[in-house]
């Protein structure tokens, strides 16, 4: 049987989270507080937020591989690619980089397309959007070209009919 690969998790400390929230700010102008979690970061640059009370544990006694809430990765530039999780909590306040799609548009997003919006809420080409039907945050995906491209995870998406 072979090992499973363990990855490194690094403890954000506050001037790191106060980073995290000026990146997530910058891209989606919200203000999500971090402050209020126990933040990591694995050597792939993916954030992983959980309560404050897991900080309690002993990490070095056990092997792990993720804590809490996958929030995003951190892209070059200081872009960060939110999880389907990380929109639902970031989108609440979002003021820019939200791509609202009609009902059609958005079956066609959950099944792997990339797809047009029918509005670009402050969107900058070349940066992640949200994606958002109704009240509802699919994801996030990278808006280039006027178009939506899908970077859905393969396990996320519906099946295609």
């Given at each position: 049987?072979?090992?499973?690969?363990?990855?490194?998790?690094?403890?954000?400390?506050?001037?790191?989270?106060?980073?995290?929230?000026k990146?997530?700010?910058?891209?989606?102008?919200?203000?999500?507080?971090?402050?209020?979690f126990?933040?990591?970061?694995?050597?792939?640059?993916?954030?992983?937020?959980?309560?404050?009370?897991?900080?309690?544990?002993?990490?070095?006694?056990?092997?792990?591989n993720?804590?809490?809430?996958?929030?995003?990765?951190?892209?070059?530039?200081?872009?960060?690619?939110?999880?389907?999780?990380?929109?639902?909590?970031?989108?609440?306040?979002?003021?820019?980089?939200?791509?609202?799609?009609?009902?059609?548009s958005?079956?066609?997003?959950?099944?792997?397309?990339?797809?047009?919006?029918?509005?670009?809420?402050?969107?900058?080409?070349?940066?992640?959007?949200?994606?958002?039907?109704?009240?509802?945050?699919?994801?996030?995906?990278?808006?280039?070209?006027?178009?939506?491209?899908?970077?859905?995870?393969?396990?996320?998406?519906?099946?295609?009919?």
């Amino acid at each position: 049987m072979q090992a499973e690969k363990v990855r490194s998790l690094e403890i954000l400390d506050k001037e790191q989270i106060e980073k995290l929230e000026k990146i997530v700010e910058k891209n989606y102008g919200s203000h999500f507080d971090l402050q209020q979690f126990f933040v990591l970061k694995t050597s792939e640059d993916k954030i992983w937020i959980a309560a404050k009370e897991v900080a309690d544990m002993a990490f070095e006694k056990i092997p792990v591989n993720s804590i809490g809430l996958y929030l995003g990765k951190i892209k070059r530039n200081d872009k960060i690619n939110l999880s389907v999780e990380g929109c639902q909590l970031v989108g609440k306040d979002a003021k820019k980089n939200v791509a609202l799609l009609d009902e059609e548009s958005a079956g066609r997003f959950l099944r792997g397309e990339d797809v047009t919006p029918m509005e670009a809420v402050n969107c900058d080409e070349h940066n992640f959007a949200m994606v958002k039907h109704e009240g509802d945050f699919l994801g996030s995906s990278l808006f280039e070209g006027k178009k939506i491209k899908n970077m859905l995870p393969k396990s996320r998406r519906l099946p295609i009919r």
